[in-house]
């Protein structure tokens, strides 16, 4: 994941955090750890609860008497924007599944295909890689599992069989509730260096998603905002 | 009235390690630098920073004495949407005088460059990148602009 830009604008603010735990790569989330592992400590796959921010860099955890301490750089601004490639998975870098109608759609509303997998999409979206509706996205209002994929507001032309479409569980504009939850969540990879598009929509860490760069399988971004923030709620006493 | 007894009445809130706050947890987690006693010198610090390939952050007046290209580092760019930094400032404690860059003039961040491309999205880079793959060509192109000249 990579620092996008902060949402107040200015400069990033950074601090150097003491470790709780073992953390593998840099621009990973990184959460409040408690008890043995008190320090930062990287986020779950599915849960960013007490987030700290964005770390920049690597860190060696030790409790070994002797080692150095482990440190980490973290961005904690609490506006801060992230990016995420997404994944069609828990495994980075795959590619988005591509949908290709079964049946044509006049109307420009149905997507027939039972590569919509099980994960209910519903308060996602679906965009147009190549065909009739290249470069338009819509966001999505039903989806009835491995079946099809329906958006109320039409694409302007036909869903031909030979178009090819992508769709990931995010969208920008929702209200939190069923059908309306893209923007409530966002569940990573295994490594937590992506985004996992594989999942239902609202699964996954607390966040708010501010925006979608909608382009190929393997080039495809959302970027969020963490919206449990130790510095962006009402503080808690522990 | 009955046996003597005594009501020990303990605030919930800052005292004796109860209620503490997210936020005086998150302070007392940031890392206090480099060691101020004479035991550990700001180049020697920085050195530990750089063999690390930590993130380094440096006020406006220590700035100059760190070259970055000699480390392979590069500045850290975030991009600013409000235009008023060029995306490449960056605030916090800096590394070497233990100051708060906000009060130096402003600071700067350098990330290794095994670093860079994971947490950074230089336009300038993306621009370098989309130019070289559209500069490129396939095995056929090639053979396609060598058949037109000839």
């Known amino acids: 994941m990579y620092a996008a830009y902060h949402l107040a604008g200015g400069a990033s603010l950074k601090m150097k955090m003491k470790l709780g735990a073992a953390m593998a790569d840099p621009g990973i989330i990184m959460i409040g750890g408690a008890g043995t592992s008190l320090g930062v400590i990287p986020c779950t796959t599915t849960s960013f609860a007490n987030a700290y921010g964005l770390a920049l860099d690597e860190g060696v955890y030790s409790a070994t008497q002797g080692d150095a301490e482990g440190l980490v750089t973290v961005d904690v601004r609490p506006d801060l924007v992230i990016g995420a490639l997404m994944t069609a998975g828990a495994t980075e870098g795959t590619a988005l599944t591509i949908l290709q109608t079964t049946s044509a759609s006049a109307g420009g509303t149905t997507i027939t295909d039972a590569d919509t997998g099980s994960a209910d999409m519903d308060g996602g979206i679906v965009w147009g890689l190549s065909g009739n509706n290249v470069g338009l996205s819509r966001g999505i209002t039903a989806h009835t599992g491995s079946t099809s994929i329906v958006v109320t507001v039409p694409f302007p032309r036909a869903i031909a069989t030979t178009d090819e479409y992508l769709f990931a569980p995010w969208n920008i504009a929702g209200t939190g509730a069923a059908g309306a939850d893209g923007p409530a969540a966002v569940q990573t990879s295994t490594l937590f260096t992506q985004a996992d598009a594989s999942i239902a929509a609202a699964t996954g860490g607390e966040a708010s998603v501010v925006e979608l760069i909608l382009k190929g399988r393997s080039d495809s971004f959302v970027l969020f905002k963490l919206r449990d923030h130790v510095h962006d709620s009402a503080a808690l006493a522990s | ?150």
Not at chain 2, 19 to 27: A, D, L, P, V
């Open chain 2, 1 to 150: 009235m009955g046996a003597y007894s005594r009501l020990n009445i303990v605030p919930k809130y800052k005292k004796l390690g109860e209620g503490f706050t997210r936020e005086e947890i998150f302070w007392s987690q940031v890392h206090p630098g480099r060691r101020t006693d004479g035991s550990q010198p700001r180049a020697g610090w920085l050195d530990d920073l750089v063999q690390l390939k930590k993130c380094i952050i440096l006020c406006s007046y220590c700035r100059v004495n760190f070259n970055p290209r000699k480390h392979h580092y590069r500045k850290f760019y975030c991009a600013d949407i409000t235009g008023i930094t060029d995306g490449t400032a960056t605030n916090g404690r800096c590394d070497s005088c233990k100051e708060m860059t906000v009060n130096c003039g402003g600071g700067t961040s350098f990330v290794h460059e095994e670093t860079y491309n994971l947490v950074c999205r230089d336009p300038m880079d993306a621009r370098r990148r989309a130019k070289a793959q559209a500069r490129a060509v396939s095995a056929w192109q090639m053979i396609q602009k060598t058949r037109r000249k000839h």
